[in-house]
């Protein structure tokens, strides 16, 4: 079955670090020659749309910087709608430049920590974290991922696992804007002027992209290129974007 739009998951779907999933762009390009409207979503907070986009069309994918979708400016946008100006940044330099473009302030005092993907992370952020958050900053995750899969099948860290090293030293539960929210995709269905049941919402984990599939009141398919190698039980998807064709 076709739809007017796809919303397609990055690591583990169409790329796995700077590897191209092997058919996967193949796929997406007949999507889009036929008529599709094509998007992309990440719960990767340091992904910049514009490379990530540049990175998509050199493994042959089509793109437009406009198509994607990154739980960094997700969110952003949500931090403006909650009235928040201040926040403490644990994250990659993109995250800081993301969160500084829609406003938001570093602060000494800030009125949220907001934690991402942090390859520089240190027992010193983990500490300031910990004392914003128990002076009364919210706790604000871009995302929960605990790995992320990389070139020939290997797992790195994700920002789920720099997020539980923050919450075992707050008892504090943080708001997780990324995926499994369903906020990109309600973004992405906003934008594009579509109804929840024109846009099949395509990933690699049952527990983020399915699921905000799922509370987004979108179709779903899962592919089996990325952390997952199994379909679980009544879940539409195939091997790999071949099967959505
Ligand atoms: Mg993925």
Known sequence: MRYPAYFF???????????????????????????????????????DPTKTCEKLKGMGFPCEPEWVYGSGPTTARYL???????????????LH????????AESDSPEAVVVGICRTF????????QAHILNGAKFIATNQDPT???????????????????LTATSVEPTVIGKPNPQMILDALFDLGLERREMLVVGDREDTDIAA????????????????????GGQDGGDDLRSII
């Open 97 to 104: 430049e993301t969160l500084r473009g829609f406003g938001l």
């Open 80 to 94: 403006v709608r909650e009235g928040i100006e201040s926040v403490f940044v644990v994250g990659e330099p993109q």
């Open 148 to 166: 992320f899969p990389m070139e020939g099948g290997a797992l790195k860290p994700g920002a789920g696992s720099i997020v539980a090293a923050i």
């Open 9 to 47: 998951d990055l690591d583990g779907t169409c790329y796995r670090g700077s590897e191209p999933v092997p058919h996967a762009a193949n796929a997406i390009q007949q999507l889009y020659a036929s008529g599709a409207q094509i998007r992309y979503g990440t719960n990767n907070s340091a992904a």
């Open 122 to 129: 240190s027992y010193e952020l983990l500490a300031e974290a």
């Open 213 to 232: 599939g799922l509370a987004a009141g979108c179709p779903t398919w899962m592919v089996l290129t990325g952390v997952t190698f199994e379909l679980p």
